[in-house]
Nanobody, 121 residues
């Protein structure tokens, strides 16, 4: 069993900051890329930022220069530092991870349950 658990969401004013965390736990052999995705009401889920096992990161154009993703391989954890938040950033933020549960097995993508980021003055 694999679990991804997000935390850190909440209500913040425009221009404010939040830091999201996601911990992967369970029967994990190795984790490849991990990332943050978001889904606003009535919209499709989209990639926000992702980071490889070596620390290489890429971002959606809409969050570049405002968001920063980081990772602790030792803790199977990723973080998303979100600064200068805008109303359009409001969404449910999901953690996703491409991982293997056994040495010889294939890698599969797992999702967390999501955490709500609300932006309001």
């Amino acid at each position: 069993q694999v679990q991804l658990v997000e935390s850190g969401g909440g209500l913040v004013q425009p221009g404010g900051s939040l830091r999201l965390s996601c911990v992967a736990s369970g029967s994990i052999f190795s984790i490849n890329a991990m990332g943050w995705y978001r889904q606003a009401p009535g919209k499709e889920r989209e990639l926000v930022a992702r980071i490889s096992s070596s620390g290489s990161a890429d971002y959606a154009e809409s969050v570049k220069d405002r968001f920063s993703i980081s990772r602790s391989n030792a803790k199977n954890t990723i973080y998303l530092q979100m600064n200068s938040l805008k109303p359009e950033d409001m969404a449910v933020y999901y953690c996703g991870a491409d991982l293997k549960t056994t040495y010889r097995g294939s890698s599969y993508f797992y999702w967390g349950q999501g955490t709500l980021v609300a932006i309001s003055s």
